[in-house]
């Protein structure tokens, strides 16, 4: 167990559809990392979050969005799904905003009919 | 932009044999690499890291070297078993920014053959 929670597990939604990934970090870790794994694929970068506020930004597309709150949990948006949406959602976590070890969720496993 | 590349994509090997797996980085500023072992279904774990100031770090079966010249670095497992099976990515950090964030590789899947 990482200490870093993802809700909901499995997410089965329909195309145009908005879904909602909330994950709750490590105790005590201040940054947020949000990560796509589609079948088969890598482990793609989509924002990273640091205190509430966004560090940086990968390949996220704008019918995306996320957020950090004040108790540090944070939630990825996903609007007007598509069937290629379907992936896998890691969040992770690390203390600071420096290199480290990334602790990771087990995932929300989203799949768009 | 930051990118990884890794080799090979897939890895066959008989129990007992060693594995190798290799990595280029493009931003020379980053300063941080390390492994994840990925199961079937499962988060990704850290298995080992090392940072640029370190050229060689060894933890029982499980090695890696960097050579930041070059911008490689490499995974080696001996005496693999069939527990090894999984996927391994590599990652980077410390570039473009100088954040946490991770900029992965796109896995290698390492199947050992009892």
């Known amino acids: 167990d990482s200490g870093v929670t993802q809700t909901p597990k499995h997410l089965i939604t329909a195309t145009g559809q908005r879904v909602t990934l909330r994950c709750s970090p490590r105790?005590?870790?201040?940054?947020v990392y949000w990560y796509q794994q589609s079948l088969d694929q890598g482990l793609q970068f989509l924002i990273q979050y640091y205190n509430g506020e966004e560090r940086a930004k990968g390949n996220i597309l704008e019918r995306f969005s996320a957020q950090q709150f004040p108790d540090l949990h944070s939630e990825l948006n996903l609007s007007s799904l598509e069937l290629g949406d379907s992936a896998l959602y890691f969040c992770a976590s690390s203390v600071m905003d420096d290199t480290g070890e990334l602790f990771f969720g087990e995932g929300s496993r989203l799949t768009v009919l | 932009g930051e990118n990884v590349e890794q080799h090979p994509s897939t890895l066959s090997v008989q129990e007992g044999d060693s594995a190798v797996i290799k990595c280029t980085y493009s931003?020379?500023?980053?300063?941080?690499f390390p492994w994840y072992k990925q199961e079937l279904g499962k988060r990704p774990q850290l298995i080992i890291d090392i940072r640029s100031n370190v050229g060689e770090k060894k933890d029982q079966r499980i090695a890696v070297t960097l050579n930041k010249t070059a911008k490689h670095f490499s995974l080696h497992i001996t005496e693999t078993q069939p527990e090894d099976s999984a996927v391994y990515f590599c990652?980077?950090?410390?570039?473009?920014?100088?954040?946490?964030?991770?900029?992965f590789g796109q896995g290698t899947t390492l199947q050992v053959k009892p």
């Open positions: 931003d020379s500023a980053s300063n941080y």
């Open positions: 105790s005590g870790d201040l940054s």
């Open positions: 990652a980077a950090s410390g570039g473009s920014g100088n954040t946490g964030k991770l900029i």
